[in-house]
């Protein structure tokens, strides 16, 4: 495959589908080029005394790694100056962050996990960053937590970065979902998969079967039959992945197909499962969708639900249709 970097592919996007006006374009490269910067500091491990416990916990209450807030740093102070946004948000800050009144303000909205997958940093395992972005309101003027509160389906890019044995960047900006490998060489991200498709069926799901005891029916229903293989009404066996990083799971299965579930459960009903909705659940669906596969939360399309807060949760299942599908039709009998 010719050489294209993610600059000639953004504006030959641009020139296709006139969908990437240059302000998204400059906004998509600064993230890009904030995970490469992300990328290098986890690709240190021990060696960049960058491991282990920050001493602090996130507004989700849970401890912050060192990694998780350099990561939220780089991408913070990446996109202050550029011009082309007009608030962030991310899971590690309880707030919104406004543009310091020193730089000029931007039409974007930009959201973000800058570690996903942090219980991994420590162990080596793949671990990576996901971001959303949204367009302001139309008359905005001091950003506002409500000026997020806009469904997936108006989201104008989405991605994730997987910090793994290759350093990949996945991008959809509404025309298909394409893959870039970082040459640590170059320090350019390189189209190497273009337009991928998700298989429509799968023998793999990805779940977290310690939770099991605490599933509604439906969820214990469709795993069930899964697992009696050809024993069971499925007549097929299915293989169980769970790295306990949503980027590597989901990178998993946008390459050779797979359902990924994190589903509410008894333990706490009235908080639908564990991933939350503005940065993780919908620029994921986003993607999902742009490469044929499905995401629903069990009973809506998650591109759909209208946010009420800024980091509520939402049920979460992803990736091969038909089994999305099957899935979801369990919850409504
Ligand atoms: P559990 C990582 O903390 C995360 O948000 C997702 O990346 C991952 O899929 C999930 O939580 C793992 O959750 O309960 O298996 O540790």
Known sequence: MKRISLTQHLIEQQRLHNKIPSELRLLIEVVGRACKSISHAVGKGALGEVLGSAGSENVQGEVQKKLDVISNEILLEANEW????????SEEMETIHRIPNRYPKGEYLLMFDPLDGSSNIDVNV????????????DGMTEPSE??????????????????????VLVLTTGDGVHCFTLDREMGAWVLTQKDIQIPADTKEFAINASNQ?????????????????TTGPRGKDFNMRWIASMVADVHR???????????????EPEKPGKLRLMYEANPMAFIVEQAGGAATDGNQRILDIQ???LHQRVAVFLGSKNEVERVTSYHKE
């Open 253 to 267: 299965i946008l390459n050779r197909g797979g359902i990924f579930m994190y589903p509410a459960d008894a333990r």
């Open 126 to 137: 793949s671990i990576g960053t996901i971001f959303s972005v949204l367009k302001a309101p």
């Open 146 to 167: 409500k000026d997020f509160m806009q469904p997936g389906t108006r989201q104008v890019a989405a991605g994730y970065a997987v910090y793994g044995p290759q350093t």
């Open 307 to 309: 946010p009420e807060k």
């Open 82 to 89: 550029g011009g082309h946004l007009a608030a962030m948000a």
């Open 213 to 229: 005891r605490h599933w509604f029916p439906p969820v214990k229903r469709y795993v069930d039959e899964m697992l009696a293989g």
